[in-house]
């Protein structure tokens, strides 16, 4: 995000730190979808997801004097939604994350989407532990680099490699195994 | 390889957005919850006698107080509330896998069944 | 006079005692031994109260929560009690048994009994009838490494029960009210 963006968001955050709705709305509407596919991918059910979301911004409206800036904001929206997921899943019967229709937009629906790799990138989030979940999650959708997942989840860095490592071992095997052989990866 | 599987992993994970009815349920919620305030106007106004001032002070507290007990209620009842519903979705969910399981069961002996009779 | 007042208290009582209706509601054990082993366990308690808090929190704009709704509507409690276990066999069949034998009492009828060798699940499903209604459901699913009991207890609609596929994905059971009336065993 560039410096132009960062100054308006964190300008919204004082507004609506003063009571401004339509701030607070703007801020809402920047992380909403950040949440709630974390929230989605990690206990597999839309409903589920929904009122993941709907707490963790209903909470954030009443700890908005604790956020210092934009940047501080998505870490804490990071941080609640994964721990309180993670919490959830461990309360929880293991969610399977079965493929019913309307789950496939767990994933994004981009042009060129493989529905095979989805798949088994939907079998690898269901056979991971919560906090392995959670890792990937940080990595492949939120972006963040091992040692920003290790502060936002309280793991240690190596800990957070490892289950990078792991995951992606187990991504290998799944699609290894399923995909003909493609003329264009012989060449390199 | 792995940088291909990782791009992948990346453009299959991208966020993706909640259904546009929640989204407005969301900001109706939060904006229900947080009622807008005025916007300070810093220097308005002439200074009040100090007694005035002090009783105008302990009056609006008061008034606080009683607002944020009632929020702080209304938050309770809210979350317990969606505390509910959550559980009444896993109940039923969690129903609906079990009966999955006895269907399942069902349709393979029927089907075993259809086999053996076509066999005979 | 003494002698034949006790016995004639409880002969007295013996009829209202074998008459008193059968309750939908099973009485669950602690399961504290297997709560202690299991990896997972899943409590979940709605009485009335929390049902009817349940219900103002469902949207009925949306198919699911309309649809869920729909299903909470004469329903008196909704109960879960489900354990899972890191390996095959960690719980006993009689560890079930005080529940199962709750499900022999008359009033509950088997509506299915399903044994399954590919997934190893065994599944019993039971309703509780009043003039050809049904008042109660209960489910024992016994799984290698999971069990669960589901308990619902109020009048449900079998028709809306129905109406939940392909919101949680419950799939067509079969089960229409006419042949639900019939007991099974």
Known sequence: MNDGATDILDEQLEKARCGERSALTLLVQRHQRSVYSLALRMLGTRDLAEDLTQEVFMQMSGNLRTIESNRHLGFWLRQVTTNRAIDQLRRRARVQMRPLEEEAHL???????????????????????????????????????PVEIARTLEMPVNTVKSHLKRSLESMREKTSGARPARCEDNST | MSKDIESQMRAALRPVAPREEFSQKLLTGIALERPELKPRRLGAGRRQPLAWWLTASLAASLV?????????????????????????????????????????????QSTSLTDEHSGA | MRKFTVPLFFVLLAPALACAAPSPKLIFPSFSGLAQKATESVTITLDPALLGLAAKFLDGNDPQDAATKEVLKGLQGIYVRSYSFDKDSAYQQADIEAVRSQLAAPGWNRLVETRSRKTHADVDIYIMLDNNQAIGLALIASEPRQF???????????????????????????????????PRN
């Not at chain 1, 939907?122 to 919560?130: I, N, R, T």
């Not at chain 2, 505390?83 to 269907?103: C, D, G, I, P």
């Open chain 1, 107 to 145: 994933f994004s629906a981009e042009e060129n989407s493989d529905p095979l790799l989805q798949r088994h990138l939907q079998a690898l989030l269901a056979e991971l532990s919560p906090p392995a979940r959670a890792v990937v999650l940080l990595r492949y959708q939120e972006d963040l680099d």
């Open chain 2, 64 to 108: 606080l107080a009683v607002g944020v007990h009632q929020r702080l209620q209304q938050q309770r009842a809210q979350q317990s509330g969606l505390e509910a519903r959550r559980e009444v979705m896993e109940a039923l969910r969690m129903t609906s896998q079990k009966l999955n399981l006895a269907y399942e069961a069902v349709k393979s």
């Open chain 3, 148 to 182: 669960t009991i589901v308990n619902i207890v109020g009048a449900i609609d079998l028709d809306k029960l129905h109406k939940l596929e392909g919101q949680f994905g419950v799939p067509k059971l079969d089960i229409d009210s006419k042949s639900a009336a019939k």
